[in-house]
């Protein structure tokens, strides 16, 4: 039942995703389909400004052609006779004039090209065609000259070049606002699922964290009240020898529990920064030295071995020297978790741009590049499949990340899933500006 629960949830958050993604989807196609709409209906408008206007012209040629003198030079040296008679009819200089004027009223004042045409000889008599001679005599944008000159039907007809980038302009202050809204919209959705999503990663992180901590304290406690038991015993307790012993093992498994509760509650002051480091200069191989004599014996009962090449040529630094061992023995505990069969752990040391490195390495179950972004983070635990023997809080890398970085340093890792990982410490030979050093007598 248990275990049905988050997989419940599971697919309850999975359901809310497809769910808003498909409305999203929608609005979007509905956004989209408003702005070729809204497109289409300029276009429209466009088109119905242009022969509202061109039916003017013809109006105003129409009504003001009794008051027109004949102006036989409208034709030009090269004009026919029947070429002619056409444009002393129509008075092509008078129709630019009035085309112009008219245009300007409707605020139609992009560039254009006119002409008075015949669709069926496909002739152009006057205007300024420019380039655009056939676009001129399309249909889209003409109206019947027929009152000014019925013996053939003529045509007035306009081309505009850039419709099409007027049209845009008209729209595109809208249509840029809409994408804005709608890329907030994405935006604040696709951040909003990233956020269900960390916050799904970490309650499972924090689920299991719970697990593991009943898990890691059930054994201590279970052996203490076990101890307990055996020393209300009376037989026990007429015996100093077995006294002892139980005495013993209750304060090895407090030691244990004072460890564990210690290395939780530390996470709460890193996380708020209450840490006070106290800086001391000392020899950092001496220091890592006894952190490998303590390891060794644990890593010889798994079977394993441990060597050392120290390298660096000044290893004396000044740090913390408590959170410095600290840090080296999460290390060589990593080390000693994920090992395949028996663990193979080497400790090297460096010199470089004026820090001091520390490395441990391990022939493990290596950590994939997918996982290795994540090592560093709170209650983050490296995926073991189905085998789940590994022990921990997930809280030993995220504590080094700190403790390196408040010294002014790093951590780096590099790792080859199946072989190897490689974890190194970066610390300042001399501390970080803001912390002192104590001297120590």
Not at 334 to 352: C, F, I, L, M
Request: hydrophobic residues 40%; glycine residues 6%; contains cysteine.
């Amino acid at each position: 039942m248990q275990d049905y629960i988050p997989e419940m949830r599971k697919r309850t958050v999975f359901l809310l995703i497809a769910v808003t993604s498909l409305a999203l989807a929608g609005i979007i196609f509905i956004q989209l389909y408003w702005v070729r709409n809204a497109l289409r209906l300029q276009e429209e408008q466009f088109d119905n400004k242009i022969q509202l206007t061109l039916k003017s012209v013809v109006n105003r040629m129409f009504a003001g052609r009794d008051s027109l003198a004949a102006d036989s030079s409208v034709c030009g040296p090269d004009c026919d006779r029947y070429t002619a008679q056409v444009l002393l009819a129509i008075n092509p200089l008078h129709l630019d004039s009035i085309m112009r004027d008219e245009f300007g009223s409707m605020e139609l004042s992009g560039e254009y090209y006119w002409g008075v045409y015949n669709p069926a000889t496909e002739r152009i008599f006057a205007g300024i065609p420019g380039d655009y001679s056939h676009q001129l005599m399309q249909p889209q944008h003409s109206v019947s000259m027929s009152c000014l000159y019925s013996r053939e039907p003529l045509m007035l007809g306009a081309y505009f070049p850039y419709e099409h980038n007027m049209l845009w302009v008209s729209i595109f202050p809208y249509m840029m606002l809409a994408f804005l809204l709608l890329a907030v919209v994405i935006f604040t959705f696709t951040f909003t699922i990233h956020l269900i999503l960390k916050q799904k990663k970490l309650s499972e992180m924090k689920s299991d964290f719970v697990n593991n901590m009943t898990h890691e304290f059930k054994t201590p406690i279970a052996t203490i009240s076990l101890a307990t038991d055996m020393l209300l015993n009376k037989e026990v307790a007429e015996s100093p020898a077995k006294t002892r012993r139980y005495a013993t093992i209750i304060q090895d498994e407090n030691r244990r529990l004072k460890k564990q509760v210690e290395q939780i509650l530390q996470i709460a002051v890193l996380d708020k920064g209450e840490y006070n480091l106290k800086i001391s200069a000392f020899d950092a191989h001496e220091a890592i030295l006894s952190c490998i004599a303590r390891f060794e014996l644990t890593v010889r009962d798994m079977g394993g071995m441990i060597t050392h090449s120290f390298e660096a040529e000044d290893p004396e630094i000044k740090a913390d020297y408590h959170h410095f061992t600290n840090m080296v023995n999460n290390l060589l505990d990593n080390a000693a978790k994920y090992a395949r069969d028996y663990p193979e752990v080497r400790v090297s040391t460096g010199n470089q741009d004026g820090m001091f490195f520390v490395k441990v390495q391990d022939r493990g179950i290596g950590i994939s590049r997918e996982n290795m972004k994540h090592v560093f983070k709170n209650l983050y635990r490296v995926p073991t499949g189905n085998v789940h023997d590994v022990k921990g809080f997930g809280l030993g890398l995220y504590y080094v990340k700190a403790m390196a970085e408040a010294h002014g340093g790093y951590v780096k890792v590099d790792s080859e899933l199946n072989n190897w990982t490689v974890f190194t410490i970066y610390i300042p030979k001399e501390p970080a500006a803001g912390l002192s050093i104590e001297h120590h007598v």
